[in-house]
Each structure stands twice: as C-alpha cells, then as structure tokens.
DNA sequence: GTCACTATTTATAATAT
DNA sequence: TATATTATAAATAGTGA
C-alpha cells in the first residue's frame, strides 16, 4: 500500500527506514489492539526499534512477562545455582582438583561438622527412645515449617498464568505498568486519528 | 476493510469471531515478518486464539529471546536448581525433621564416604609429598554416589511440605532449606582461609 | 525529525464454493 | 469446517510544508 510497492528487503535509506518503521509499527500494534478486542484474546507485541528502543505492547494490561525480566529471573536462577553447585562442592570435591592438605582439611571439616549435626539429632531420637525425659523440645520442633526455597512455579505457557510467577523471596519482579512513552504517545497519535475519523468510540488502546 | 466497517467490539457469533482471528493472525504475523524485514529490527508476537491456544513469532532466527525460549530455558534451570537442593539436602539435613534413627544414618552414610573421599586425596597427597605410596588407584572416582532422582517432571510443584513421606526415591524427603548460620560463618571463614593461603582463584561463594 | 495528504497497495468481511 | 472470491475498508510510500 502506498506510492509503490516496497520490495521486501531491508530498507536501505535510514531515514526512510525509520520513518517505515513508525507507521508501521503503529499499524501493528493497531492491529494487535484490534485483534485482541474483536476476538476477545490475549496478544503480546515486542519489537526494538532500528535504533534500538524496546517497545512492547500486552493487551492483557499487565505487562508480559518480556524478555527484561524473563532475562531478570534467569540472571537469578543462574546465581541461585551457582551457589548451590559451590556449597556442593564442599560436600563432593572433585578429588582430583585439591591441590594442597590444607584445602582438603578444611573439606574435611566441613563434612565433619555436617555429620556432627547429624549424630547429634540421632543421639537426641535415641535418647527420646530410650529415655523418654526430653520429649517436650522435641514436640515443639515438629512444627517448623519453612518455606521451600526450591519452589518455582511452573513455566509452562498458559493464558492464565502470564508471568506472575515469583522467586524464592517472594518478591515479584517488577510487574507493574511499564508501556513505554514511545507507545504511549503512538497511542494517543492514533487515538486521534481514529477520533477524527470514524464514529466508534476511542477507547481501544486504554488498557490503563 | 472488508464489504463492511467492522464495529470495535467482541464479535460475539463464535464462528466469525474465529474466522476473524485466523485471518487476522495471519495479517499481522506477516505485517510484523515485513516489519522485521524492511527495517531490520527484532520483533516477536504472541497471542492466544480464542480457544486458548498459543502461537508465537519471533523474528529472530535463533528465538532466543523469545518468551517459550526464555520460559524453557527457566524450565531446566529451575529443575536443576530443585536437583541441587535435594542432594544438598543429604549433606545439610535440617535435623529437626529428622524423626528416626534409620533416616539419620542415612545421611550420616552419605557424609561418611563423602569424608571417606576427602581423606583419600588428602592421603593422596601427603602420599605424593612425602610418602610415595598407595596413590594410583584413587584416579578418577571422583563423585556419582547418589542416584540421579532427576525425574521431577515439569508440572510438579512442592506441594508436599510436610516431613517424611515415603517417597520410594528418598528424593522427596521436603525439608526446608535450611542455610543455617554456622554454615555460612564456615563458609566465610573458609574463602579467607582459602584467600589467605593460595595462589588459586577462590573457589565459592560471593562469585557474585 | 514531524505532520498531513493522497495515490496506490494491501488486508479483510462477507459471500460463495 | 476449510478454501476461494471480491467488494470495500484500511494501511501506507512517497511527497511536501
């Protein structure tokens, strides 16, 4: 549509190309606007502009899980890990990378603290057994219950869930509003536009 | 466009508003394929159809950051993570939920050959240093002693928090993570330790 | 860089098959 | 229900202020 028909290559002027950019990534984001009305459904736009600016659209309001905080939670999960793999790695040295006694002392004491505290409970059960005299600290320990740091919810991509997932501390990850101003004003372009130019009322992009 | 000016509503007969989504779907993937196109840019789409099913576009080849990538890439990372905690478990046992004998010596089994191994390299090197003896058959055993119960399977989700059921794997024992006090205090104490003495580069912890 | 204009292309709503 | 057709609406390439 247009003058002519663009040939469906790169645009090689950048001006051109950036002015292309806009229109059409208005009219996309039109479109998906539209879409999600009309058939009632969930779409998500992400696009980066040739210079580089993110520009993401969600219909559903709340912003989609993008790439920023998707890469956020990985960047996480990924220390999460790393540590275990360190802690770990007290516990299972890989024999052939300790390099001095020194080193393997301090594995040593590591292990032997862990398995002080674990005679030291199966002492406390066999005392409870056999004399059963310290029973009421006992009663009180049954009780705590801590909260699963492994626990991540589930990934799998579903309409309901839309990235409301949260890490181990609870703390969700910057979920609030965050259009970003290019597509605001894009909207309010376009919401004049449509004023000026049709009868049906303008409230197609109000999510907010 | 069309023989008539579509009203910005839901479409409410279920049969129009389907084939309106599937026409338009395809408008816009191949709109947002042009875009990406004709002005080099990155973008990716997703969407819901009516009746809940999931379709995505990224412009980018390699769909790196493309959400399903990212939430699959999460998927593994997070089962990994759970794999380590669990074996972590066998090594730091929060002793309250210990509640029988049997159960403690069989962490204190997994300690005591974790120690055993320990005290084999370190052997291995005092042998190296000062007597020469004894050393070959230590090469390469380095870990694999706890079976991989690594057939969490995507959908699980810790539901199970209280103590000891019988998980025929022993995977599951669902203790808390525990990081208790004096095992970070070690741990601090050791990366000086560590830090002090050697010339290589400190092993864990704080890698960020 | 932005906006408006408009000739032209493109998308698609209704319809037919 | 899926696919093809076609009349019409909508998007937009080029242009100029």
New interface residues.
């Given amino acids: 549509m247009g003058r002519k028909k ?1 040939p ?4 090689e002027n950048p001006t051109s ?2 002015a ?2 806009a229109k ?2 208005d ?2 984001f039109k ?2 606007n ?17 210079t580089g600016r993110l520009t993401s659209f969600s219909s559903t309001g709340r912003p ?4 920023e905080d ?2 956020d ?2 960047d996480k ?20 990378k ?18 002080q ?6 002492a ?3 005392g409870n ?1 056999l004399v059963p005299e310290t029973t009421e600290n006992v009663e009180g ?2 009780t ?14 579903d ?1 309901n869930k839309n990235g409301m997932d949260e890490d181990e501390s609870g703390k969700s990850l910057s979920m609030g509003p965050h259009l970003s101003l290019s597509f605001i004003e894009a909207q309010r372009k376009l919401n004049n536009q449509l004023a000026a130019s ?1 009868d ?2 303008t ?2 992009f109000n999510n907010y």
Same sequence: chains 1, 2.
């Fill in positions: 663009l469906m290559r790169r645009i190309r950036q292309t950019y059409r990534k009219g996309i479109k998906a539209e879409l999600s009305i009309l058939c009632d459904t969930d779409v998500a736009l992400i696009m980066f502009s040739p989609i899980n993008n790439e998707l890469e939670k990985l999960l990924n220390r999460k890990q790393r540590e275990s793999q360190d802690k770990l790695r007290y516990y299972e040295p890989n024999a052939d300790i390099t001095s006694v020194l080193e393997s002392g301090v594995y040593q004491h590591f292990l032997t603290s862990a398995i505290r674990i005679q030291l409970s199966k406390k059960l066999l057994q320990n049954t705590v219950q801590m909260e699963d740091t492994t626990s991540v919810t589930d990934q799998s991509i309409r049709s049906h009322s409230s197609s």
